[in-house]
């Protein structure tokens, strides 16, 4: 298999930092990437982005061999990872810096994102509406190293943060 073959997919759920694990840990998926979309500052830091005044999103990058790990299983796997019907934050973070978002990068993308939001939506798995919007890709721009895999180089903090968040307590009462 030739790295040609690979395709990449981004998602904003909340803090990047608990958006890498869920996604690395299957065949077919190459690199999780915690980085920034979406915004007009170019090349811009953390301290800049969590402000919420460069209109960035924190997302994780994907890359993912679509004949190992499909872009419709990535679908399923992030609406497992996010609260849809919250367009202003993800759980403790507050703001559009950490809004839901789905960026596409090419057309069979941006339906198949659709259609799954469409299916979610019409499950009745929420009370309120599904409103993650679905948007084209922007420039990625990778977060700091401190960022990159957070979950392994910082165990307990990451743990810690998870717990204080109330994502693990929301995601089992809608999918478990």
Same mark, same amino acid.
């Given at each position: 298999?030739? +790295?040609?073959?690979?395709?990449?997919?981004?998602?904003?759920?909340?803090?990047?930092?608990c958006?890498?694990?869920?996604?690395?840990?299957?065949?077919g998926?190459?690199?999780?990437?915690?980085? $920034?979309?979406?915004?007009?500052?170019? #090349?811009p830091?953390?301290?800049?982005?969590?402000?919420?005044?460069?209109?960035?999103?924190?997302?994780?990058?994907?890359t $993912? #061999?679509? #004949?190992?790990?499909?872009?419709?299983?990535?679908?399923?796997?992030?609406? *497992?990872?996010?609260?849809?019907?919250?367009?202003?934050? *993800?759980? *403790?973070?507050?703001?559009s #810096?950490?809004r839901?978002?789905?960026?596409?990068?090419?057309?069979q993308?941006?339906?198949?994102?659709?259609?799954?939001?469409?299916?979610?939506?019409?499950?009745?798995?929420?009370?309120k509406?599904?409103?993650?919007?679905?948007l084209?890709a +922007?420039?990625?721009?990778?977060?700091?190293?401190?960022? *990159?895999?957070?979950?392994k180089?910082?165990?307990?903090?990451?743990?810690?943060?998870?717990?204080?968040?109330?994502?693990?307590?929301?995601?089992? +009462?809608?999918?478990?």
């Amino acid at each position: 298999m030739t +790295q040609t073959n690979l395709q990449k997919a981004t998602f904003a759920g909340g803090c990047f930092w608990c958006m890498v694990k869920p996604f690395i840990e299957w065949e077919g998926i190459e690199s999780v990437k915690s980085g $920034y979309m979406g915004g007009t500052v170019e #090349n811009p830091t953390y301290e800049q982005v969590k402000t919420g005044e460069t209109g960035h999103t924190e997302v994780v990058e994907i890359t $993912y #061999n679509p #004949n190992l790990f499909s872009y419709d299983q990535l679908l399923e796997l992030y609406w *497992q990872q996010v609260d849809p019907t919250d367009d202003e934050g *993800q759980f *403790q973070d507050r703001g559009s #810096n950490y809004r839901a978002v789905i960026f596409y990068h090419n057309e069979q993308q941006r339906k198949a994102a659709e259609d799954s939001k469409m299916a979610l939506a019409s499950s009745n798995k929420y009370k309120k509406p599904v409103v993650t919007p679905i948007l084209p890709a +922007q420039v990625f721009y990778l977060a700091e190293d401190y960022h *990159q895999d957070f979950y392994k180089k910082n165990p307990k903090e990451y743990k810690e943060d998870r717990a204080q968040s109330g994502r693990d307590e929301f995601l089992q +009462q809608h999918w478990d």
